[in-house]
């Protein structure tokens, strides 16, 4: 049974054996395949038009399901590894032992940002960046110059106190549970958290940093924690709505899974607390 | 390999290769507007200005578009539960970008603030905003026009 645990706790040789399973997907071509659907669906994802990645009620189903997809392929390379979560409220600086070169590696030198040390630096030759918005073939991080810092374990926790799973007009503009999450509105929790990281992680092809996994395993708890304190509070809409993903309608790209059949994780995977 | 522009690759999102047609036809008329920017000033639309700067030295552009803010490219009749993709629609959001020439993909939210592709989780409130702060991310390098090389 896979068991995604808090980064922070994994031992020396299970960080080996995840950034192992990454450099070898990355090595085989099926990583950047993860790069270009997430970059298609952040890209084509409007307020006004259909949605279903991001600024919609299925942002978290959605990102579940694409998560599930990359745990199966990295587990096809080690069965051990599991996707870890980055608890972003409380390993909240760049000397986090996240950001340890026996793990993802730091922060980006100044000026063009260019990781310098750790497995997913240029020098490795293991990481270029093929998907990519602009000439860079190099992973880039800015880490805390982008935005002001990490959100905080209160303002986490206001946004958990919501009690509506997501409202008209189920987009950017929303005020909900979703909407908050995902930081549109509000305190802006995961989307402050793509633009602290800095580099490709404030662009489209985010997942080309290893450390997208890590902050969308910690959103994907946040929503199983906010299911948890509100048990009478379900997906919403549930009924069809123009453009957006209602509760029974399959989501694309798999066209074979709903939002009903991801709201329980537990089939899939257990988080360690 | 066809060379087209990032936004319209990117609308076809699951990869399906339909409207490449649409795609080399929107090509074509995006030469033709680049070309004659001053034809567009004050045309309607998103309702902002025109600019044409040089910024950190980068030649940041934007003007609206004929689109008038619709969205024009991104027809109905999607069910939420179809598949396919996009059809390689793209989406007209009354204005555009473009830095040393190339389009910067943005995206106008409900709100009315923008996103570009290259500060997608930021917003700015209006795309001159957006322009200078892809000048500076991008730190010099090129915006890359995608190649389609794959399904």
Redesign the interface.
């Known amino acids: 049974m896979t068991v995604r645990k808090n980064q922070s706790a994994l031992t020396r040789t299970e960080k080996r054996r995840f950034v192992d399973a990454l450099l070898e997907l990355k090595r085989s071509g099926r990583y950047d395949e993860f790069v270009?659907?997430h970059?298609?669906?952040?890209?084509?994802d409007?307020?006004?038009?259909?949605r279903?990645g991001h600024?919609s009620p299925s942002f978290l189903p959605w990102h579940r399901r694409f998560l599930i997809d990359f745990e199966r392929q990295l587990q096809e390379v080690d069965p051990e590894v599991a996707l870890p979560y980055w608890d972003w409220t409380v390993d909240r600086t760049p000397s986090a032992s996240l950001w340890a070169d026996d793990f993802l590696g730091g922060s980006g030198r100044p000026?063009?940002?260019k990781v310098m040390s750790g497995r997913f630096a240029e020098a490795s030759g293991a990481w270029e960046i093929n998907i990519?918005?602009?000439?860079?073939p190099y992973l880039r991080r800015a880490l805390g110059t982008?935005a002001r810092q990490l959100p905080t374990r209160a303002e986490v926790d206001a946004v958990l106190a919501m009690p509506v799973y997501d409202a008209s007009?189920w987009?950017?503009?929303s005020t909900s549970f979703r909407n908050h999450l995902e930081?549109?509105r509000g305190a802006n929790l995961?989307?402050?958290v793509?633009?602290w990281v800095g580099g490709q992680m404030?662009?489209?092809v985010?997942p080309n940093d290893p450390v997208f996994w890590l902050h969308h395993a910690f959103v994907d708890k946040l929503w199983a924690d906010w299911q948890a304190r509100h048990p009478d509070s379900g997906y919403l809409p549930t009924t069809?709505?123009r453009?957006?993903?209602?509760l029974h309608?399959?989501?694309?790209?798999w066209?074979d899974v709903t939002p009903a059949d991801m709201l329980d994780h537990t089939p899939y995977y257990t988080f360690d607390a | 390999m066809p060379e087209i522009s990032r936004r319209r690759v990117l609308g076809m999102s699951a990869g399906t290769f339909a409207g490449l047609a649409v795609a080399a036809t929107a090509a074509v008329n995006a030469t033709a507007a680049k070309a004659a920017p001053s034809e567009r000033q004050g045309s309607q639309g998103s309702g902002l200005e025109a600019f044409d700067e040089v910024y950190q030295g980068r030649r940041i552009q934007g003007a609206p578009t004929r689109g008038a803010g619709s969205h024009g490219g991104h027809g109905g009749g999607h069910g939420s539960g179809h598949g396919g993709g996009h059809g390689g629609q793209a989406h007209d959001f009354g204005y555009a970008v473009h830095l040393d020439g190339d389009e910067l993909h943005i995206m106008r939210n409900a709100d009315g603030t923008w996103i570009s592709v290259v500060n997608h989780y930021e917003t700015f409130a209006t795309p001159r905003q957006l322009a200078r702060a892809a000048v500076t991310e991008l730190h010099g390098a090129d915006l890359v026009p995608l190649v389609l090389t794959s399904a």
């Open positions: 270009t659907t970059n298609g669906f952040i890209m084509s409007t307020d006004q038009g259909e279903v600024r000026g063009d940002g990519r918005v602009d000439q860079r982008g007009p987009n950017s503009a930081g549109w995961h989307n402050r793509h633009v404030t662009t489209g985010s069809r709505t453009n957006v993903v209602s309608d399959t989501m694309r790209p066209n």
